[in-house]
C-alpha cells in the first residue's frame, strides 16, 4: 500500500514478483511472475491492471504489491500476460476505500476493485477518454498553391477548400468517396487529423436563482461551508423535517465547495424515482454535472466514469455505485435520505453506499452530510454521541406546515376495496376542494391471496414458500419472489368449487376508487405499471401537471416527491408495517409512515393524513403521532439496547443455499464450529424465515459481537478456512445486514 504511486510519481522498484488481486472470490492475492524484458518495454506499477491467466481462462487483476520471493517456485509461477495500464488505474482514496471494504465485508479485494470500476475496464479496455477526432488543413494545404497540384482531383479540391475553411468532424465525412478523398489529402500532407481535447458532461442551465433561506437553512449552510473550508472530516447529520429544504442546503455547500475549487458527489437512494430532483440541481448549477441513473449503458458510463477522473465532471450524482466514482479534489459528500435501505447492496459485496462514503470521506478529510427526516439508528446514535455533528430543520419554508394525522380504527368496520367509509369521505373532501390525494399502499397486484371458498385451497408457488399474487388484468397469478407465473385456474384445483380472493393490491385498489371517482383521472405508481421506458416520467408529469388527482402507489411513490397540490394522503394498511417481523421492522414502518406523510402540505395547502389500521392503540403509532419520529426513534434505541442489537451490537449474517435444506444448514453447521469464539454469540443455523425461494432451500447463521472491529477481527481470521470448507452449499457473508430475510 504504501508504495502507492501518486499522481506523476512511479515507483521504480519492483521485484520479480507481482501479488495480483484477481477476479476470485478467494480473500487472498496471488503471485505472478514478471518476465524480464518488461513486457512491451513497459513498467509494472501498483494499482495497474494487469493480463493474468487464472485457472483456465484470462482476467483483468490489479497489480497490488512486488515481491522478491514467493512460497512457490519460478518455474510454477505464471507470467503476467500483458500490462494493461501504465499507471493506477484508480486514485489512491479509491483504492484506499476499495481495501478497507474488502477487509471490512469480508470479500476478495480483486471483487471490490471489479466492482468500483466500469463493466469496459474489467474487460481490460483502455482507460482514456477520446476526444473527438477532426479533419483539418495542414498549413501545406493552406498554402496558395495547394489546389494547383489537384486539377485532376475534383472530389480532394473541393475537400480541401472545406478543410481550409473549417476543420470538419468525422461524421461529418460519411460519403466513401470523401474518405477516400481525405486519404489521399493526408497522405499528399495537405490534410490532418486532429483530436479535441476530451469534452466534460453536460452543464446545468442554472436558471433559477437560490431562495432566500430561512435561518435554520442559512445557519446550517454555514455550519457546513464553515466544515468545508476547514478540510477536516466532518460527518454531519441534517435531520430535516420533510418538506423543510434540505435540498437548498445542499445546493449551498455544493456551491461553496465549487467556490473553493473542489468537486462534489451526491448519493441519493434511487435516482430513476425521482427525475425532479436532477431538475432542480441542473436548475441551479452552471457547472459540468454527471448523473450516473441506470439507463446508461456500458460506453456512457465508461465515458462518464473517466470524465470524473480526468476532473472534468465537477459535481457527480449517483446512488450507492456512485460512491467508487473517482474524483479529483473532492470537497464534499452528500448523502441524501440516509436511512433508506437502497443504500445497502443485497448481493455479490453488499456494501452499504452511505457508510463507504463515510470512510471515503474520512481517508479524504472532507466532509459527510447525512440528510433525513428519519434517521437510522445507527446514524441518530451516531449523533447522540457526539461522532457526528448534528443540524436540524425543524420548518417547512414559506406557509408550509407539517400535515394533520388522524388514525382510522378499522376494526370490525365495513371496508370497500380495503377503504373505510371514513378514508372515503376524506378523499371526497379533499377532491372537491381541488386538492390531489395519495393513497398508499405497498403491494402491487390485485390481490395478495387467491382461496378457495370451498375447501381452503391456497394457490401457492411450487418454487418458494410463497403465496402467488392475483394480477386481474392479464388473468395471472405471480410469485413475487422468483417472477413465475402461471395463468389463474377457473375453479379450484382440489374441489372445483370457486376460488376468491382475499386481501388488496394497488389494482385492486384503482378499480375500487375508479368506481367511487369516475370524473377524477387516477394514477397508480408500481412496479407493474412502470415497466415501459418514460412511464414513470409521463405519470409523474401528469400528478405534476394537476391532469392526475388520485394517485394510487408503492413506496416507489412515497419518497423524495414534491408534489405542492398534493393536500390528503391515505395510508391504507397500516397494519402491514406495523406487524414486520424483522428487528429493523419498528424502525421501517416509522421512517415509511413519517416519510409518506411527508408527501402531504407541501405547499400553501394544508396538509392531512389518514392511516387506517386494526392497532390504533399501538404503542409506536401513538408515540409517533403523539410525539413524532424523535421520541419513536430513541425509544426504539432503547429497546435495541436491552436486546443487543445493531447499533448497540455488530451482526454478520451468514446465508447458505443448496438443493436441501440440510446440505445448507450442514455448511452454516461446520462455518459455526470455525468461528465460534467467546468474544462472539451465535444463533443457528436455522432455516432462513422464507426457507424455499426459486427452488433453493435456504438457511443462516446469525453472528453477533459487541463491536464492529472484533466482529470483524474474527471473520476475517476465519475467511480463509471457510473458503475451504466442503459441501454443495452457495454461501456469503451479510455484515451489516438490512434484514435478516
Ligand atoms: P426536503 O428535501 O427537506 O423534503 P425540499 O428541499 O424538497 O425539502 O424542499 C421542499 C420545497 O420547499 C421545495 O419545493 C423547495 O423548492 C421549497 N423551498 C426550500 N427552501 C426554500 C426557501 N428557503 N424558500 C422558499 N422555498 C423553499
Ligand atoms: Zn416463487
Redesign the pocket.
Known amino acids: 500500500m504504501d508504495n502507492y504511486p501518486t499522481s506523476g510519481k512511479i515507483a521504480a522498484k519492483t521485484g520479480p514478483i507481482a501479488r495480483v488481486a484477481t477476479p476470485s472470490p478467494l480473500p487472498y492475492s496471488l503471485d505472478y511472475r514478471l518476465t524480464e524484458p518488461l513486457i512491451d518495454g513497459k513498467i509494472p506499477v501498483i494499482g495497474a491492471r494487469v493480463k493474468i491467466q487464472l485457472g483456465r481462462r484470462y482476467a483483468i487483476g490489479f497489480i497490488e504489491s512486488f515481491a522478491e520471493t514467493s512460497t512457490f517456485s519460478s518455474a510454477q509461477l505464471k507470467p503476467i500476460s500483458a500490462l494493461v495500464d501504465q499507471s493506477p488505474l484508480l486514485p489512491y482514496d479509491l483504492w484506499k476505500l476499495c481495501h478497507w471494504a474488502a477487509r471490512y465485508y469480508q470479500h476478495a479485494f480483486g471483487l471490490v476493485l471489479q466492482k468500483a470500476i466500469p463493466v469496459l475496464l474489467r474487460g481490460g479496455q483502455v482507460a482514456k477518454l477520446d476526444g473527438k477526432q477532426f479533419a483539418t488543413a495542414t498549413p501545406a494545404g493552406r498554402a496558395d498553391d495547394a489546389l494547383d497540384l489537384l486539377s485532376r482531383a475534383p472530389k480532394q479540391a473541393e475537400l480541401l477548400i472545406q478543410l481550409t475553411a473549417t476543420r470538419c468532424s468525422m461524421a461529418g465525412i460519411s460519403e466513401r468517396k470523401q474518405q477516400a478523398a481525405l486519404r489521399e489529402l493526408r497522405t499528399k500532407g495537405l490534410a490532418e487529423l486532429i483530436e479535441a481535447p476530451p469534452t466534460p458532461p453536460e452543464a446545468g442551465v442554472g436558471t433559477h436563482p437560490?431562495?432566500?433561506?430561512?435561518t435554520e437553512?442559512q445557519s446550517a449552510a454555514n455550519r457546513l461551508k464553515q466544515a468545508i473550508t476547514a478540510e477536516k472530516f466532518a460527518p454531519t447529520l441534517l435531520e430535516?423535517?420533510?418538506?423543510?429544504?434540505?435540498?437548498?442546503?445542499?445546493l449551498a455547500a455544493i456551491s461553496e465547495a465549487l467556490a473553493n475549487n473542489k468537486t462534489a458527489l451526491i448519493l441519493l437512494p434511487e435516482i430513476s424515482l425521482t427525475p425532479q430532483?436532477i431538475a432542480?440541481f441542473r436548475e441551479r448549477l452552471t457547472v459540468p454535472m454527471l448523473v450516473l441513473h441506470s439507463g446508461l449503458n456500458d460506453n456512457q458510463r465508461l465515458t462518464g466514469w473517466l470524465q470524473a477522473r480526468e476532473g472534468l465532471a465537477k459535481v457527480v450524482i449517483g446512488t450507492r455505485s456512485a460512491v467508487f466514482t473517482p474524483l479529483p479534489d473532492l470537497g464534499l459528500i452528500v448523502v441524501?435520505e440516509e436511512h433508506d435501505t437502497a443504500f445497502k447492496q443485497q448481493d455479490g459485496l453488499r456494501y452499504s453506499g452511505r457508510d463507504l462514503a463515510l470512510v471515503r470521506g474520512q481517508l479524504l478529510e472532507i466532509p459527510v452530510v447525512l440528510?433525513t427526516?428519519t434517521p437510522s439508528l445507527e446514524t441518530l446514535l451516531n449523533a447522540q454521541q457526539q461522532r457526528y455533528s448534528h443540524l436540524q430543520?425543524t420548518e417547512?419554508?414559506?406557509s408550509?406546515r407539517p400535515p394533520a394525522m388522524q388514525v382510522v380504527d378499522i376494526r370490525g368496520q365495513q371496508l370497500q376495496g380495503g377503504l373505510s367509509t371514513s378514508a372515503n369521505n376524506s378523499i371526497r373532501q379533499h377532491l372537491a376542494s381541488g386538492g390531489q390525494v395519495m393513497l398508499f399502499l405497498n403491494r402491487r397486484g390485485f390481490a395478495p391471496v387467491l382461496m378457495c371458498h370451498g375447501c381452503g385451497y391456497c394457490a401457492e408457488c411450487d418454487d418458494c414458500d410463497s403465496r402467488y399474487t392475483f394480477h386481474q388484468r392479464d388473468g395471472k397469478l405471480r410469485c413475487h419472489h422468483c417472477g413465475h407465473q402461471r395463468y389463474v385456474p377457473g375453479k379450484c384445483p382440489d374441489c372445483n368449487a370457486e376460488l376468491k380472493t382475499h386481501g388488496q393490491g394497488t389494482e385492486q385498489l384503482e378499480q375500487v376508487l375508479a368506481d367511487q371517482f369516475p370524473d377524477v383521472q387516477s394514477v397508480r405508481i408500481d412496479r407493474d405499471t412502470t415497466r415501459r421506458k418514460g412511464s414513470l416520467e409521463s405519470k409523474l408529469e401528469s400528478i405534476r401537471s394537476g391532469e392526475a388527482r388520485l394517485l394510487i402507489g408503492t413506496q416507489m411513490l412515497a419518497k423524495?416527491h414534491?408534489f405542492?397540490e398534493l393536500s390528503l394522503v391515505v395510508m391504507v394498511d397500516a397494519d402491514q408495517g406495523l406487524l414486520a417481523a424483522d428487528f429493523r421492522g419498528s424502525e421501517r414502518f416509522a421512517q415509511q409512515l413519517v416519510q409518506v406523510s411527508?408527501r402531504a402540505g407541501?405547499?400553501e395547502r394544508p396538509g392531512e393524513v389518514v392511516i387506517q389500521t386494526h392497532r390504533p392503540q399501538d404503542p409506536l403509532l401513538q408515540i409517533l403521532l403523539k410525539e413524532g419520529y424523535s421520541a419513536a426513534a430513541t425509544k426504539l434505541l432503547t429497546e435495541r439496547k436491552t436486546a443487543c442489537w445493531p447499533p448497540y451490537a455488530a451482526v454478520a449474517l451468514l446465508r447458505a443455499e443448496a438443493s436441501s435444506l440440510e446440505t445448507a444448514e450442514a455448511f452454516l453447521l461446520e462455518a459455526a464450529k470455525l468461528i465460534e469464539h467467546q468474544d462472539l454469540s451465535l444463533a443457528g443455523p436455522q432455516p432462513a424465515p422464507m426457507t424455499k425461494r426459486a427452488n433453493r432451500y435456504r438457511a443462516q447463521l446469525l453472528v453477533q459481537a459487541n463491536d464492529r472491529k472484533v466482529l470483524q477481527k474474527h471473520l476475517a481470521s476465519r475467511l480463509q478456512q471457510l473458503h475451504q470448507l466442503p459441501g454443495a452449499a452457495r454461501w456469503s457473508i451479510d455484515v451489516d445486514p438490512a434484514d435478516l430475510y
Open positions: 437560490a431562495p432566500q433561506l430561512n437553512q430535516g423535517i420533510t418538506g423543510s429544504g434540505k435540498t437548498e442546503v445542499y430532483v432542480r441524501d440528510g427526516a430543520l417547512r419554508p414559506g408550509a423524495g414534491d405542492p411527508g407541501r405547499a
